[in-house]
Antibody, heavy 121, light 110 residues
Framework: EVQLVESGGGLVKPGGSLRLSCAGS????????MNWVRQAPGKGLEWVGR??????????DYAAPVKGRFSISRDDSRNTVYLQMSNLKSEDIAVYYC????????????WGQGTLVTVSS | QSVLTQPPSVSAAPGQKVTISCSAS????????ISWYQQVPGTAPKLLIY???RRPSGIPDRFSGSKSGTSATLGITGLQTGDEADYSC???????????FGGGTKLTVL
């Protein structure tokens, strides 16, 4: 059974940093393209970024609102993908989900349960 | 405001059929595949349709997808109260190297 478990969410002050983790199991993690998607309270889903598998070049792409502030990385030995967030703003308040897949073709096929990030002084 | 436009809400009675549209400029949809996601409030999204009209295993054939020109449509037949959820369309925008989500449509089964 495929499982994705996010962790690392919490309360952080404006301008602060936070690192989210997403641990995967039940599939070959090293072959998976991993995405981060967020959802602000009462709002729709917003893609944050994606890291391809190393065999596909490991390319990383980001959404415009987070480019330069957020960084995605992966550790295939730990079956984990990370989202390093810095210079956090109130507009970054959201539940952050990790999801596997390629939105350009097979879709985002498996999702974690999400972790909440709150930015407040 | 999302580049992919969806109606904010739709509603229909149990057993009926409903369609949810997703429209964009031709430069956005073009030859790109659309996928659709269902999100029951308080839970994670779930993939319903990928590559415009394909269903992952376990998704009933009550759910269907189509794409024509600059729009895509999600169809749901035999509506059930359990279908009440938010539905979002998604596309890969190769010009931005980014995934775009529609604004989402809230389905109410009356």
């Amino acid at each position: 059974e495929v499982q994705l478990v996010e962790s690392g969410g919490g309360l952080v002050k404006p301008g602060g940093s936070l690192r989210l983790s997403c641990a995967g199991s039940g599939f070959t993690f090293s072959n998976a393209w991993m995405n981060w998607v967020r959802q602000a309270p009462g709002k729709g889903l917003e893609w944050v970024g994606r890291i391809k598998s190393k065999v596909n070049g490991g390319t990383i792409d980001y959404a415009a609102p987070v480019k330069g502030r957020f960084s995605i990385s992966r550790d295939d030995s730990r079956n984990t993908v990370y989202l390093q967030m810095s210079n956090l703003k109130s507009e970054d308040i959201a539940v952050y989900y990790c999801a596997t897949g390629d939105a350009a073709s097979v879709g985002l096929d498996y999702w974690g349960q999400g972790t909440l990030v709150t930015v407040s002084s | 405001q999302s580049v992919l436009t969806q109606p904010p809400s739709v509603s229909a009675a149990p057993g009926q059929k409903v369609t949810i549209s997703c429209s964009a400029s031709s430069s956005k949809i073009g030859n790109n595949y659309i996928s659709w996601y269902q999100q029951v409030p308080g839970t994670a999204p779930k993939l319903l349709i990928y590559e415009n009209n394909r269903r992952p295993s376990g998704i009933p054939d009550r759910f269907s997808g189509s794409k024509s020109g600059t729009s895509a449509t999600l169809g749901i037949t035999g509506l059930q109260t359990g279908d009440e959820a938010d539905y979002s369309c998604v596309i890969w925008d190769s010009s931005l190297s980014a995934v775009l989500f529609g604004g989402g449509t809230k389905l109410t089964v009356l």
